[in-house]
């Protein structure tokens, strides 16, 4: 037990500890690969090594740092692992750690530009930065949410405002009519249910072989609700589906929206980052005529999570929806700068433009591109391994570096058994400790995905990865079927 003090921690405790504690961050990021990726525990075995009461006294930083190792990682996910390779990663970069570490030391909170001028202008000159490298036009304004799921919320929400504006009405809710394709992220669906949209006016537009909206499926339906005096008043395309990574095409959705003066958002978060790659930059084709996007540099630009990047080229209607301020937030500056609390729901807002200029700034745009593009590499080389691969098949293209696949052994077995032996091949591999893959489901198949966009992975970890599914599954074969 420590001496009891009043105030912070001492300065010279705080640098010895903060010492400590970034050798310690340095060694997990060096021994990574010894940790199993998914940790060996079950539902509240955790929480019982916790006291149940608060400590009435303080204890040292060595006490608590000495728990690390003994309760804080056994119940861990390691997603900085090369081998996580399910949904879609989430990877922590040296300089997006440190990032973080300045953040919190900081402790901007970033309501207005008064709050945190640093803030403010270091979210506009990163998300012009971001902008550049996405290749995007000079039109799109950019603004940090947490996650995809608050950007498109945010979408949408701009979208209701738009309608019921040009329309001088705002009792519409009854009549709005909202699309995305049957392979959208829930978030989306989640979103508009949240915002009131009537659950038998949204439209999930079915897809192609090739799990792509079909763009005249979506114009028959919104000719449909018109003709039934709904109104249509936001699509949602996506650029890199959850499921399969597939890529709706935003030129022809683009066209019918502008054609019916409907609202369209582009949901990238994962696949949209590939857009930095010159050669990949074809993925947001047709971009400069929607009206919004959101990317996640969380999922496939190396920083901790969260940030999420939302563009649109429409801040005012976004500022029309969000914009409330009371007397005591009035600053001198709110006709001369952007105060981000007008642009969203959060009045509180963290310092995360911070992780997008050091991780930029480190490893420089080429840097970057390069990661990506080896990523990519090594998914299709996984992608050509299963199609080359008699027991296994190919569930759906591979635009990017997720593969969806499944084991399809010589015998003949069912469609029911199949979806059984792989879903057994997935968990047997996951209990190895040594890979997470995770898995869905099209039309009625269970698939497993093998993601690769780990800042650690790499060709290496992917051929291991192989192994192990090959000869996971010599063995359930052998054994029954
Ligand atoms: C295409 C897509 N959109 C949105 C999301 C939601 O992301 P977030 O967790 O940032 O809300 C995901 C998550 O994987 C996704 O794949």
Redo the contacts with the bound molecule.
């Keep these: 037990m420590k001496n009891k003090i009043v105030g912070d921690m001492p300065p010279e405790e705080f640098r010895k500890s903060g010492h400590e504690l970034i050798d310690w961050i340095a060694d997990y990021l060096i021994n990574i690969e010894e940790y199993p990726v998914l940790p060996n525990t079950k539902p509240g075995e955790l929480k019982k090594r916790f006291p149940k009461n608060p400590p009435e006294n303080g204890e040292s930083v060595e006490e608590i740092l000495s728990d690390i190792d003994r309760k804080i990682i056994p119940g861990v996910t390691h997603w900085n692992h090369p081998k996580f390779m399910a949904?879609?990663n989430s990877t922590s970069s040296g300089p997006g750690i440190l990032a973080e570490l300045l953040t919190a030391a900081l402790n901007q909170n970033g309501m207005n530009w008064k709050s945190s001028p640093i803030a403010a202008e270091m979210e506009e000159v990163t998300l012009d930065w971001l902008r550049q490298m996405l290749d995007l036009p000079e039109n799109f304004w950019g603004i940090i949410y947490?996650?995809?799921?608050?950007?498109?919320l945010h979408a949408i929400a701009s979208a209701k405002t738009q309608v019921e504006h040009e329309r001088k009405d705002k009792n519409l809710l009854n009549k709005l009519c909202f699309y995305f394709s049957e392979q959208?992220?829930s978030?989306?669906e989640k979103d508009a249910l949240f915002l009131g949209i009537k659950k038998e006016h949204i439209r999930k537009i079915k897809v192609n072989k090739d799990f792509k909206m079909i763009p005249e499926v979506l114009r028959n339906q919104i000719s449909k609700d018109i003709e039934n005096n709904l109104i249509p008043f936001c699509v949602v395309a996506?650029v890199?589906?959850?499921s399969t990574t597939s890529v709706d095409s935003v030129s022809k959705i683009a066209k019918i929206c502008s054609e019916k003066n409907i609202w369209l958002h582009i949901?990238?978060?994962?696949?949209g980052i590939a857009a930095i790659v010159p050669e990949m930059r074809f993925i947001l084709n047709g971009v400069e005529h929607a009206d919004s996007i959101?990317v996640?540099p969380?999922?496939w630009l190396f920083m901790p999570?969260?940030i999420?990047v939302y563009y649109t080229t429409k801040p005012n209607i976004l500022k029309r929806t969000f914009s409330l301020i009371p007397e005591y937030l009035k600053t001198e500056q709110d006709n001369s700068a952007i105060n981000y609390m007008d642009y969203g729901i959060q009045l509180g807002r963290r310092f995360r433009s911070l992780k997008l200029w050091f991780v930029i700034r480190y490893f420089g745009v080429k840097g970057l591109r390069s990661i990506i593009r080896e990523h990519i590499r090594v998914g299709k080389l996984f992608e050509e391994l299963v199609s080359n691969n008699p027991q296994f098949e190919l569930l759906a293209p591979v635009p990017f570096s997720t593969v969806c696949f499944r084991a399809v052994p010589n015998r003949v077995i069912s469609e029911a058994q199949l979806n059984e032996l792989n879903e057994r091949l997935m968990n047997e591999v996951n209990r190895t400790g040594k890979v997470f893959l995770s898995h869905t489901r099209l039309y009625n198949k269970f698939i497993i995905r093998l993601v690769v966009s780990g800042i650690r992975t790499k060709e290496e970890h992917m051929l291991e990865v192989w192994a192990l599914l090959q000869k996971t599954l010599s063995k359930l074969i052998g054994n029954e079927y």
């Design positions: 949904y879609f947490d996650t995809a799921s608050i950007s498109s959208a992220h978030s989306i996506t890199g589906t959850t949901d990238a978060a994962h696949a959101v996640n969380h999922k999570i969260d999420s």
